[in-house]
């Protein structure tokens, strides 16, 4: 007979080496209560969420699989996941909304893609890692991450590489690789919070300060702790200021305060998370990154590393990425020949030039998929790997790249989510829809729907 534990582990616990540097532990079995670990074999690890956004559709007779099951046939657009395929769930068949018609706008299936809502309401709205972030933020040091590797429409709005070391110098006079210039927000914000969009983080450098700062076996410095009191008093002030006025508005204005309130507060706990040092950074978090890549493939695979690294060291459980805008002007190089993704290959018009390189660039945002489940999956935990623990859901803003439909969704699932999912299939799901897929995945982290999306019917059988 096993022997039950009598002792537990906290989750702050680290490892302290040389010259004052420590290394927090990843999650471990002995962190969980003793008790649930009596009343079980063993303890699950915790899930995770990764939603990806590829940008303008796909050329579907190059995307869909023609056989459903476990034995199909990777069409071109898939090509690069055949070291994964095992891993992964390719869907056909989902629908967006209710509607037939197929002339839809990418902003349209942009917003919807994680919400499953045709509407976004104040104060109401959230998309579906904000949900799971809401049930996990005392858990972790960083509630979610907001990725993306387009910047306002362009990756290279006057990017140099003075120094020769493969990376954006810095502050250039053109561009500050440190703010997020996005302007169009309805078209590179596709996480929603109450009914407002979050802005992405697209430095590299600037991502793992945020998740794992700086941690000394003597906490926070000095200098910390005083930007620290300072930021409270501020945030004490204003919310003070703020309830005083709370009385003496209309119900519009209140509910506008109330999303204000929920954001000071937001930052009232992470200030308060770093003061305490906890969660601490866990695990080794490797060396801090230069900044933004000038390769366009390696700074996609940066971010896609920093999300496993996040999720392995148990810093966060939930993050997005964009590999490019809904309307995306990222030129690509296929053949030879410079070509714009929104405008030249994704508005193809049956040229065949156009649609070859539409493919290419389809199999470029489908080679990050790969390489993301392929770095989940070389990562060990409990009797199985992080890829098992994880769900990745993959999709877009339309299906047909040059109809603008919003029926037959270009979706993949990847990872196990904990055993929720079977994946190694094509699975039709025709004339369901993608909410009912976050439905699942909201159902396998084992969190009630609430007013998440309208549009969702209910969770989409067949994915265990």
Not at 334 to 341: A, I, K, L, P
Not at 361 to 377: F, H, N, S, T, Y
Not at 403 to 431: C, E, Q
Request: glycine share 10%.
């Amino acid at each position: 007979m096993s022997k039950t534990k009598s002792w537990e582990l906290s989750r702050r616990s680290v490892l302290r080496g040389a010259a004052g540097a420590v290394l927090a532990l990843p999650w471990l079995e002995a962190m969980a209560p003793s008790v649930a670990r009596a009343q079980s074999t063993g303890t699950k690890p915790p899930l995770r969420f990764v939603g990806i956004f590829h940008s303008a559709g796909v050329i579907p007779d190059q995307w869909f699989p023609t056989t459903e099951g476990a034995n199909y046939a990777l069409p071109a657009s898939l090509s690069p996941l055949e070291p994964v395929k095992g891993d992964v769930i390719v869907l056909s068949g989902l629908r967006l909304g209710s509607w037939d018609y197929y002339e839809r706008t990418h902003e349209g299936g942009f917003w919807m893609m994680l919400t499953a809502s045709e509407r976004i309401v104040a104060g109401t709205t959230d998309s579906i890692d904000q949900v799971i972030a809401g049930a996990t933020a005392s858990q972790v040091r960083v509630p979610s991450l907001t990725l993306s590797v387009e910047n306002n429409g362009y990756y290279n709005p006057g990017y140099r590489d003075e120094n020769g070391d493969g990376f954006i110098d810095p502050k250039t006079s053109s561009y500050d690789d440190t703010q997020d210039h996005c302007t169009a927000t309805e078209q590179c914000m596709v996480t929603f919070a109450k009914g407002q969009r979050l802005p992405n983080v697209y430095n590299p450098r600037v991502i793992f300060d945020r998740l794992f700062g700086s941690l000394t076996n003597t906490g926070p410095t000095e200098q910390e702790r005083r930007i620290w009191a300072y930021r409270r008093s501020v945030l004490d002030r204003v919310t003070g200021q703020a309830k005083e006025l709370q009385g003496r508005l209309g119900r519009a204005d209140q509910l506008r305060l109330d999303e204000y309130l929920s954001g000071i507060r937001t930052l009232e706990q992470a200030i308060q998370r770093a003061e305490q040092g906890a969660p601490a950074p866990v695990c080794g978090t490797g060396a801090q990154p230069v900044g933004i890549p000038m390769d366009r493939t390696a700074y996609a695979d940066l971010m896609c590393d920093l999300i496993v690294k996040a999720f392995e060291c148990d810093a966060t459980r939930v993050a997005t990425l964009m590999l490019g805008m809904c309307v995306s002007p990222m030129t690509f190089t296929v053949n030879g020949r410079t070509v714009s993704h929104h405008g030249d290959a994704s508005h193809h018009g049956n040229d065949p030039v156009k649609m070859a390189a539409k493919v290419e660039i389809d199999r470029w945002q489908v080679a990050r998929l790969a390489r993301l489940v392929q770095r989940l999956k070389a990562v060990p935990e409990g009797t199985g790997t992080l890829l098992d623990n994880t769900a990745v859901f993959y999709s877009s803003d339309i299906s047909h790249s040059d109809w603008h439909n919003h029926y037959d969704m270009p979706v993949i699932l990847a990872g196990g989510a904990g055993g929720a999912f079977r994946p190694g299939r094509h699975l039709r799901a025709k004339d369901k829809r993608c909410g009912d897929v976050l439905l699942s995945i909201l159902q396998a982290f084992g969190i009630p729907r609430g007013n998440f999306g309208p549009l969702a019917q209910g969770p989409l059988s067949g994915l265990a």
